[in-house]
């Protein structure tokens, strides 16, 4: 069964220390979006591509995070310089394009703790 | 105030009753409404999707979608131990960039 891969499953990194997680989509998923849950709340949407084109980043800190998607496939999220703030789920998740998006698959998220 | 409410339970069920889960939502414009299911430490897992008002069936689950109140309700027939989990309900517009808003999800202790 196709899944959305992501690592690292948990991440622990000091403030000011710079972290990165990856997300491989399902294949053939051309629509691909970040989250982030902080504990006890839902999911809220960090950043949006399509292909390789960013769709929507208005809700991305911009002065300390970033992502990209080079080749349209797998995308790497990076925050620089972590703060304590940033400790939460970063979720991944994909759909076949933008006007399937209400079938959105998740993939298993990346835990991480900033100390 | 949040466009999507959620109760957050936790609720508390004993094996084979019925549960109800349900949200209420300001936007009327959105017209997709989903269910997810998350279990402790995992990513949400789509469990269905209603467009606009109506009912929609899949086993023992039941989705309900009243527009004109904006309010949505998940069923769950003949609990089980194993639906113990987290149900987030979530929507999206059907034009646009139609990104998911989700609500803050109500936790669901089904007892044995």
């Known amino acids: 069964e196709a899944e959305v891969a992501q690592s690292p499953r948990y991440k622990i990194t000091e403030k000011s220390q710079a972290v990165a997680f990856w997300c491989d989509p399902i294949?053939?998923?051309?629509?691909l979006y970040w989250y982030r849950q902080i504990l006890g709340q839902g999911p809220e949407l960090l950043v949006q591509?399509?292909?390789?084109?960013?769709?929507?980043d208005s809700q991305l800190p911009k002065d300390r995070f970033s992502a990209e998607r080079l080749k349209g496939v797998d995308s790497t999220l990076k925050i620089q310089p972590a703060e304590l703030g940033d400790s939460a789920m970063y979720l991944c998740?994909?759909?076949?394009?933008?006007?399937?998006?209400?079938?959105?698959?998740f993939g298993p998220g990346t835990r991480l703790t900033v100390l | 105030q949040k466009e999507v409410e959620q109760d957050p339970g936790p609720l508390s069920v004993p094996e084979g009753a019925i549960v109800s889960l349900n949200c209420t939502y300001s936007n009327s414009a959105f017209q997709y409404f989903m269910w997810y299911r998350q279990y402790s430490r995992k990513g949400p897992e789509l469990l269905m999707y209603?467009?606009?008002?109506g009912n929609k069936e899949d086993g023992r689950f039941t989705a309900q979608v009243d527009k004109s109140s904006k309010y949505i309700s998940l069923f769950i027939r003949d609990s089980q131990p194993s639906d113990s989990a987290t149900y987030l309900c979530?929507?999206?517009?059907?034009?646009?960039?139609?990104?998911?808003?989700f609500g803050s999800g109500t936790r669901l202790q089904v007892q044995p």
């Open positions: 209603t467009y606009s008002s």
């Open positions: 979530a929507m999206s517009f059907d034009t646009g960039r139609r990104a998911l808003t």
């Open positions: 591509f399509q292909d390789e084109s960013v769709v929507d």
């Open positions: 998740a994909s759909s076949f394009n933008v006007d399937r998006g209400h079938e959105q698959f």
């Open positions: 294949s053939g998923h051309a629509t």
